[in-house]
């Protein structure tokens, strides 16, 4: 990180390039083996589920508690721009950076692609939810079929999601390279974009703050309530939540953080291989935070009243709006769009938002899998004892 600053200060071109090249090949061999992951981490942990009963419990807690976090993220996202109100003392701003609504997909394609129209498209599309959809389904399937074929699918699955996450452990040894990569890359850009950023600042201190509040505030009182160690927690995961800071994708950091969850803080290799591929595609506590923040804020200047009930309101909106995140890069900035073309809002202020993305970008990863942690780690708790509870018979037996 250190040397990152120094490259990044420095912006010498040679150096750019290497950290370009650098942090392109880094991210290109997570996002290689993420997507297969989260089908194999989901279809491995539910064929090797007794039964459907089963699965749907330790579901329901998942989708409770990420539901939970995530209204809380955008409520506390509304309190803080209640209070600085932003939009008051940014009125006027100019931009010219104008975005065409013909270059935003729509909410409704993002929904329509949760089912894909074929096995390989999802995947070379980079469809998260897409594939997500296609490994429950074939895993449910699974539960019903005779227990020899069950269990010869079980192996397969699990068979190879071991030997991706043995390739895992090797890709992480690039990891301080590429660290060096991405902070050089994020104080270069900074570096550039420095004259829009006192106008933005009130703007962004809403939506970091948030994010902030929800991740040292907020999530270890939720641990707290399950008498969980959140310090503890925070150091098991603290490499996770390097890499997501720094790659950006809460899919290209899940193999990292499933080794931490199971490795550091000994959550059940079930729950946790359950748990963590849901969770990175529909637990974005900081999506909601920014749905929110961006829409009323780039509203508001553009002269569109709110009232409290309609404040109130957009807390549920963006909470929907984060669960239903498409797995693509940029989805949050890209779902705030649409709903402002829908407005009928001009949109040339999410292009000055745009430079200063990255950061937020960065900072939203890592609260969303420092949630996605949390609620595996809860989840463990509650449901680990009733697990050992289960199997006391067949051991005295």
């Known amino acids: 990180m250190g040397l990152g600053l120094l490259t990044g200060w420095a912006d010498i071109p040679f150096l750019n390039g290497a950290a370009t090249v650098t942090s392109d090949l880094f991210l ?20 090797g589920m007794k039964n459907f009963q089963e699965m749907r419990k330790m579901g329901r807690k998942v989708i409770l508690y990420t539901f939970g976090t995530t209204l809380v993220a955008a409520a506390v996202a509304l309190v803080l721009f209640v209070v600085i109100d932003p939009a008051s003392a940014a009125k006027g701003m100019e931009g010219t950076a104008v975005m065409s609504a013909a270059e935003q ?52 699955f699990s068979s ?11 890709i992480i040894g690039f990891m301080p390279l590429a660290i060096w990569a991405f902070m050089a890359l994020l104080v ?22 948030a994010n902030v509040v929800q991740g040292v505030i907020i999530l270890p009182l939720f641990l707290k309530l399950k008498k969980i160690s959140p310090w503890r927690s ?14 950006k994708s809460s899919n290209a ?34 999506c909601a ?17 709110f009232s409290p009930f309609d404040l109130v309101s957009w807390i549920f909106i963006a909470t929907f709006a984060a669960i239903g995140n498409a797995g693509v890069p940029m989805g949050c900035f890209f779902l705030t769009s649409a709903f402002l073309i829908g407005m009928d809002v001009p949109l ?12 937020i970008d960065m900072i939203e990863t890592a609260l969303n899998i420092w949630s996605d942690s949390c609620i595996t780690i809860a989840v463990d708790k509650e449901l680990a004892p009733v697990e050992a509870t289960e199997q006391l018979p067949q051991l005295a037996d």
């Not at 550039?192 to 939506?207: E, G, K, P, T």
């Not at 040339?348 to 950061?359: D, N, Q, V």
């Open 28 to 47: 290109r061999l997570l996002k290689l083996i993420s997507l297969p992951i989260i089908f194999l981490a989901v279809t491995s942990t539910i064929t």
């Open 105 to 156: 997909p729509s909410y409704l394609s993002f929904l329509l692609n949760i089912i894909p129209s074929n096995l390989v498209g999802a995947f070379s599309e980079g469809n998260v939810m897409g594939i997500v959809f296609i490994a429950l389904a074939l895993s449910i399937a699974t539960l019903f079929l005779p227990e020899e074929q069950k269990t010869f699918l079980n192996k397969l």
């Open 160 to 170: 190879l999601f071991a030997a991706l996450i043995k390739m895992t452990s090797f």
């Open 188 to 209: 270069k850009d900074l570096g550039q974009n420095q004259a829009h950023f006192s106008r933005l600042i009130l703007y962004l201190v809403c939506v970091v703050g």
């Open 234 to 247: 925070f150091k098991g995961m603290s490499e996770a939540l390097t890499v997501a800071f720094f790659s």
């Open 253 to 286: 950091t899940l193999p990292v953080t499933l080794r931490c969850a199971q490795e550091r803080l000994g959550v059940s290799e079930k729950i946790a291989k359950f748990s963590l591929p849901l969770c990175s595609v529909v637990n974005m506590n900081g």
């Open 289 to 305: 935070a920014f749905i929110l923040t961006t829409v009323l804020f780039v509203s508001s200047i553009n002269g569109i009243p």
């Open 348 to 359: 040339y202020m999410m292009g000055l938002i745009l430079p200063f993305y990255t950061l």
